[in-house]
């Protein structure tokens, strides 16, 4: 499954935060949008996860979002 944290204005911000399974997101570029993506993010692999573990990345990847819309923000004004 391809996990899309958010959509952004181009260009892409220079990190590359980790995704839910400690790999490095991805910037998917389309004309001056960019869409921050996890590819192959293994659903099976998710509901194997122990509750605290699973909440602990649903918490991460809220956070995650939270830094793309003050990069976001940044890049506006």
């Known amino acids: 499954m391809l996990y899309t944290f958010?959509?952004?204005l181009a260009p892409a911000p220079d990190d590359?935060?980790?995704g839910i399974f400690g790999k490095p997101i991805q910037y998917l570029q389309c004309?001056?949008?960019i869409a921050a993506i996890e590819p192959d993010v293994d659903?099976?692999?998710l509901k194997l996860l122990p509750e605290q573990?699973?909440?602990q990345a649903i918490v991460n990847q809220n956070l995650?979002?939270?830094?793309?819309s003050f990069l976001t923000i940044g890049?506006?004004?």
């Open 6 to 8: 958010v959509i952004l």
């Open 16 to 18: 590359l935060p980790l």
């Open 31 to 33: 004309d001056r949008l």
């Open 43 to 45: 659903i099976e692999a």
């Open 53 to 55: 573990s699973l909440m």
């Open 64 to 68: 995650k979002i939270c830094q793309f």
């Open 75 to 77: 890049l506006v004004k």
